[in-house]
């Protein structure tokens, strides 16, 4: 069974960068559209980010031009470089390949807590 893990997050000031990074245990970014997401306290979990195998991207209008997304598949990693970070941005960041609209193809990893805080 595929197993993701995410790294790469922590505390940083508004204005700061971060990229995280979602290590998979096969080669799936090759295969499948993969996705960012994060879920805030008392928030349901949203796609901030996501790519097609084919290398197309796609980022919620809350942070088109502040982030991106890229895959390196002789790493098996899928990357996500946050830049200008703002307050609003704090969550724990997950990554996944959607499946459909409601499902998801691998297990949740545990995910990576990034905080934007002065």
């Known amino acids: 069974q595929v197993q993701l893990g995410e790294s790469g997050g922590g505390l940083v000031q508004p204005g700061g960068s971060l990229r995280l990074s979602c290590a998979a245990s096969?080669?799936?970014?090759?295969?499948?559209?993969a996705g960012w997401y994060r879920q805030a306290p008392g928030k349901q979990r949203e796609l901030v980010a996501s790519?097609?195998?084919?290398?197309?991207?796609y980022y919620a209008d809350s942070v088109k031009g502040r982030f991106t997304i890229s895959i390196d598949n002789a790493k098996n990693t899928m990357y996500l470089q946050m830049n200008s970070l703002k307050p609003e941005d704090t969550a724990v960041y997950y990554c996944?390949?959607?499946?459909?609209?409601?499902?998801?193809?691998?297990?949740w990893g545990q995910g990576t807590q990034v905080t934007v805080s002065s």
């Open positions: 996944n390949a959607p499946l459909g609209t409601k499902y998801y193809r691998f297990p």
């Open positions: 096969e080669s799936i970014f090759s295969r499948y559209t």
């Open positions: 790519v097609t195998a084919g290398g197309s991207p």
